[in-house]
Structures are given as structure tokens and as C-alpha cells.
């Protein structure tokens, strides 16, 4: 346990004193949360919690999968806007080429001019909106997959409430969960415990 000054894996009242210590700071965090949150963190788990904390290493798992969640967003946020910059230089460029093609035609194919400008336009208008639809079902099925592997990653780091699920509630315990192990992350390095 060489993360916490003065804890080793052979000296059980260290342990002891680092566990008690974990726990009453995740009792009083969770005092935070909405009742109906504060319910379901039994004693039991919240003791659980904290000795999956004790040696920092769920820290570090936490800290890992936090860093790889905000370079996938930045990455997918980077993605649509090239997308919408791409969009508006089509359209652009079609503003351009109508301008030009308006100037240039005889005033006998003005009508059949615009109505074929304005059909280029709407069937832009239908692939920009698809092309944009596809991007967001493709952010939201990564993001998804992120989630699946965070709960996937802190379960096998037997992190006590996290588990592979898609159910609202159960989600929403996952994301309190992370919040405690993260205000209880930043209070320890505060106190220089990390």
C-alpha cells in the first residue's frame, strides 16, 4: 500500500484506521446525495466501497477511465464539427454556384432555373440533416460503449455497485458512486494522502 504514507499490506491497524477513515468520509458525502440515493448506500456497501478504496488503486482506474471518457468526447465533438463545417461550406458553395448560374441565365429559363435551384437546395438540406443524424447515433452508440466499459472496468476492479446495465436508476447510482470516489479522491490529495 505503498499510495498511503505509513499503510503496508502487513500492518492490519493501519488498514483498520485507513478503512474507519474511508468510511465515515463516504457516510458524511453521502448526506450530499437525494434521499432516495441515500437509501440504497447501505452501510454495508459504503464499508465495501471503502475498502475497495483503500489502497488507491480504484482511484487510479477512476482517474484513467475519466481521462479516456473526455478524449472520446473531444474526439466526437471534433468529429461533428467538421461535419458541420463541411455542411456549411456545401452549402456555401451552392449559394456561390446559383448566384452565378441566376447572373447568367435568360430571363425565358428563369422559372425552371429556380425551381431546379430550389430542389438542390432541399435535397442538400435532406442529406446535411441525415449525415447529421448518422453522427449523432454514432456519438451516442461510442458513448454508450464508454459507459459499458467503465461499468465493465470497475466491476472487475470490484468496485461494489457497478455493473453492466442500462436501467436508468441504476445508472444514475453509478454516476453518485464516481462522484463520491471522486470528491473522496480529491480530499485525500488535499490532505497529501496521495
Request: charged share 25%; glycine share 4%; aromatic share 4%.
Amino acid at each position: 500500500m505503498d499510495g498511503y504514507p505509513g499503510v503496508t499490506d502487513s500492518d492490519p491497524a493501519k488498514l483498520q484506521e485507513r478503512h474507519y477513515y474511508l468510511l465515515s468520509e463516504l457516510q458524511a458525502l453521502v448526506k450530499d446525495l437525494p434521499s432516495s440515493f441515500q437509501q440504497r448506500l447501505t452501510y454495508n456497501t459504503l464499508s465495501d466501497l471503502a475498502l475497495a478504496l483503500i489502497d488507491g488503486t480504484v482511484y487510479e482506474i477512476v482517474q484513467g477511465l475519466l481521462d479516456i471518457q473526455h478524449l472520446t468526447e473531444k474526439n466526437l465533438y471534433n468529429q461533428r464539427q467538421k461535419l458541420h463545417c463541411e455542411h456549411q461550406a456545401l452549402k456555401q458553395d451552392m449559394v456561390r454556384k446559383h448566384k452565378e448560374a441566376l447572373q447568367s441565365c435568360k430571363s425565358h429559363n428563369l422559372a425552371l432555373l429556380k425551381s431546379t435551384q430550389q430542389t438542390e437546395v432541399e435535397a442538400l438540406e435532406v442529406r446535411v440533416r441525415e449525415e447529421q443524424k448518422m453522427m449523432d447515433k454514432k456519438i451516442v452508440a461510442e458513448m454508450d460503449q464508454k459507459v459499458i466499459d467503465q461499468q465493465n472496468t470497475l466491476e472487475k476492479a470490484g468496485v461494489p455497485g457497478f455493473y453492466i446495465t442500462t436501467n436508468p436508476q441504476e445508472l444514475m447510482m453509478q454516476m453518485n458512486l464516481l462522484e463520491l470516489i471522486l470528491k473522496l479522491q480529491q480530499q485525500d490529495s488535499q490532505a497529501g494522502l496521495l
